[in-house]
């Protein structure tokens, strides 16, 4: 990095602002944005060095993996052994939205995403900003909380900047997020879903849907 902070603090993201955040992630930079619940923290997944960076500014347990955005199934092929037929059905009717599915992690991908589970969390998100961002770097990024590890996550930019500013190089002030619950998570073992973490879609239309 060139040692200079970043900070969108107008309420407007502008393709600028996109396209100054995907270059700051291509330096193995740090980039705050906006989801469909609280704000989320970017680096490229791939970069083991910023991975390493995450997890100190947030002061995360080594144990505790990376949730990962998408722009769509296109860019699952990084990160994915295989799709489960019954995620098909799932990404067609929830993506973009918040439902984070595990799959079966490509075998080169970093410990520290994976935290040696094997596996990858994944989803498509439906925040503009987070989908812009997503597509103008081409390829996936982390969304982890933008918060330490055990506190309150962020609903603002503002709060993000107070409680993060050391550690991030750039915000992508959007607006105050919706807060609350966060996506659900899915696993899937064999021809059976399973629920890891219910948030703003019942486990019941997941369920449902798959049916």
Not at 62 to 68: A, E, G, S
Not at 87 to 95: A, V
Not at 181 to 190: E, H, I, K, M, P
Request: net charge neutral; with cysteine.
């Amino acid at each position: 990095m060139d040692g200079k902070k970043h900070f969108n603090t107008g309420s407007t993201v502008s393709e600028c602002d996109i396209d100054r955040a995907a270059a700051v992630l291509g330096k193995g930079g740090l980039v705050a944005f906006p989801t469909e619940s609280w704000y989320g923290l970017a680096v490229d997944p791939f970069n083991p060095e910023a991975l390493d960076r995450l997890f100190f500014i947030k002061q995360r347990p080594l144990d505790k993996p990376i949730l990962v955005l998408v722009s769509g199934i296109g860019q699952l092929d990084s990160l994915v052994r295989n799709i489960p037929p019954l995620y098909h059905i799932l990404m067609e009717k929830f993506w973009p939205g918040p439902l984070t599915l595990v799959f079966s992690g490509q075998p080169d991908l970093p410990q520290q995403l994976t935290a040696g589970t094997a596996t990858v969390a994944v989803r498509c998100s439906s925040n503009p900003v987070a989908s812009a961002l997503v597509e103008r770097f081409g390829r996936p990024i982390t969304a982890t909380s933008a918060n330490i590890s055990g506190s309150g996550a962020f609903t603002t930019a503002k709060g993000v900047a107070a409680g993060l500013r050391h550690g991030v190089d750039m915000i992508l002030d959007g607006g105050r997020t919706p807060g609350g619950r966060g996506s659900t998570l899915v696993t899937c073992r064999g021809e059976r879903l399973l629920c890891l973490r219910e948030g703003q879609i019942p486990f019941s239309a997941v369920q449902a849907a798959a049916e």
